[in-house]
């Protein structure tokens, strides 16, 4: 029987990374280990304070775990045994690393998928001056994808400065909640015309149900508004896209269930991330291989990686190893 063992870790970050909710400068993550003495499964979450969660509440909550571990909880019961969130995405990440070397086998493999080769995420310019948002959108102008977080200042301003920054980039945005209907219903014309590809959580969670009356140009993606596959049927008439982030289902088994519910209603699919490293991220890129978009960038936003972390060559995402993840 895997025995447990989770730890909290801390990684600076090479620069501010700011939303509209606040800054920080470090990610603070939660790394589980599950061994049966032969193999060693890994899993990384980062506690959301967003959602009401903490680091020593994470650890809390898996360090509950330990019991049924001990006992034999499979993955498939752990998913009743955890509600989805921070915490269970570790847990549940690292069976499947757990599985995957157990059988000799990649994660994609056992779930018969394509590997996850030649995924483009994007990279993200968080808030600043128009001005230094230029700046910033100059210095990565090699990156094929960028997603702009803003506020509810200066949105066209800063979207054209990026703009005029990296010409040629596909360009998503990200409001994290920070708008309001009447700010989209006004600007979501010149979004597009500046060749914004989707707006993400526009409105607050909880707040959206006016979306079911704009007509917006640009694809609406949920981000807040949606965690598992209990969020579907209420998104299905207000968004285009959701974003999946491993975090919010509850880890990977979560995140397939959620990926195929979306599709069967019609919507699009992202991923996307918290601050996290490779190993938060090598889980997604399953995910991702299913997504329009893809939005994994939370290691290049470390001042140091941990090892054996992904390669990002002009957004191309490399696959993880198998020393990292699955």
Known sequence: MP???????????AQVFKISRGARTEAHVVKVTLSDGEFTGYGECVPYARYGETVDGVIADIN??????????????????MKAGAARNAVDCAYWDLEAKRTGRRVWEMIGHKAPEGLVTAETLS??????MREAARKIAHAPLLKVKLNGENV????RAVREGSPKARIIVDANEA?????LEDIGAELDALGVEMIEQPLPAGQDDGLINIDCPVLLCADESVHTIADIPRLANLYDMINIKLDKTGGLTGALELAEAASK????????????TSLAMAPAMITGAMSRIVDLDGPIWM???????LSFDHGVMGLPGRELWG
């Open 127 to 132: 808030i600043d001056t128009p001005d230094k």
């Open 265 to 276: 209603a019609g919507m699009q699919i992202m991923t996307g991330c918290m601050v996290g």
């Open 179 to 183: 708008w309001s209907l009447e700010l």
């Open 156 to 159: 066209l301003e800063s979207v």
């Open 64 to 81: 509950a775990q330990a019991d049924a571990l001990d006992h034999g909880m499979t993955r498939k019961e752990l998913q009743d045994a």
């Open 3 to 13: 025995k447990l063992n989770v730890i909290s870790e801390v990684f600076p970050l």
């Open 303 to 309: 001042a140091k990686d941990r090892e054996h972390g």
